[in-house]
């Protein structure tokens, strides 16, 4: 388990804890319990990349001041793969108070340190109960099913608009764009996948702003998927668009294009892809109506 104090640059201008942070937070307790385990058998070292986020529920919000309490756990195993579970637990420390804020599924496959493109063989683990494995491999084939749907719509881009009207995709929309440099890698120079969902949130949470002009806080992830790694060196392109909004709440696809300026031969790629719900709220941290979302023919056209 691992213990933080949060801080004013883990938080926005109100005092609520970035998503992005918690994401961070999540992924680097995952990395470190599968790195562990795939390193417990004998042969090449590895370390453990993160192929994929479920849907992960912002149950509670987080404030400055507070402690996150982040434990993992690896609950299934593939031959190549890594499932774990992952929560966070909130404690306010003048008053002593617990909530549990988060819980995550993580999927990571084991990286050799000699080749970084060999995925080796996962130790298995010991499942207490009979159904326990059957139930994980369940999971397992459901989450491998819906990466390869999602690697089918990797070809659509954002496409700019001037002058756009408010409440529209374009009003809203962003890019953020970011140098991978060795603080936000890997022992094998790629990018942590923490890192890269930090950057995702905080793009979807300026889409959100631009259209809602208010407080918000993210509500939920998606699966987030990691379709490819990102090097050490490369420039990414972090783009968000609003696809929908209720009463109460606001979508955003956010997609991360990366572009390897010393192996320009190449090409850009689609790296990562998720879908992020945002809420908006008052000075009081209560929910505030959505303004809805003004849809036009071009932004039903994917190119």
């Not at 998927?225 to 696809?253: D, L």
């Not at 572009?259 to 992020?276: I, Q």
Request: proline letters at 5%; glycine letters at 6%; a neutral charge.
């Amino acid at each position: 388990m691992s213990i933080l104090i949060m801080c004013p640059d883990d938080a926005n201008i109100v005092g609520n804890v970035h998503g992005g942070t918690i994401l961070k937070m999540i992924e680097e307790a995952g990395c470190i319990i599968g790195t562990r385990h795939c390193n417990t058998q004998n042969g090449d070292r590895c370390v453990a990349a993160l192929a994929r986020v479920e849907r992960t529920d912002f149950l509670h919000p987080m404030f400055i001041g507070e402690v996150a309490h982040v434990s993992a756990e690896i609950t299934y195993t593939s031959k190549h793969s890594v499932e774990v579970q992952v929560n966070v637990l909130s404690e306010n420390i003048l008053t002593g108070t617990k909530k549990v804020t988060n819980k995550a599924t993580l999927w990571y496959v084991p990286l050799s340190l000699k080749n970084v493109d060999t995925i080796i063989e996962v130790p298995p683990i010991e499942y207490f109960k009979p159904d326990q494995e059957e139930l994980g491999k369940k999971r397992y084939e459901a989450q491998k099913f819906e990466r390869m749907e999602t690697k089918e719509r990797n070809g659509e881009i954002i496409t700019p608009v001037s002058l756009p009207e408010p409440y529209t995709v374009g009003f809203s929309q962003s890019s953020l764009i970011h140098l991978i440099g060795p603080s936000d890698c890997t022992l094998l120079g790629f990018v942590h996948g923490g890192v890269t969902m930090k950057l995702m949130d905080e793009v979807a949470g300026i889409v959100a702003v631009r259209h809602c002009k208010t407080n918000i806080v993210t509500a939920s992830v998606d699966a987030i998927n990691f379709h490819r790694k990102i090097k050490k060196g490369c420039v990414i392109t972090i783009s968000g668009r609003m696809t929908f909004t209720s009463n109460k709440s606001m979508e955003i696809e956010v997609f991360v294009d990366a572009d390897p300026l010393a192996e320009a031969e190449k090409g850009k790629y689609r790296a990562v892809t998720a879908f992020f719900t945002y809420i908006s709220l008052d000075k009081e941290n209560k929910p505030l109506p959505v303004p809805p979302l003004k849809v036009s023919n071009r932004d039903l056209i994917t190119v």
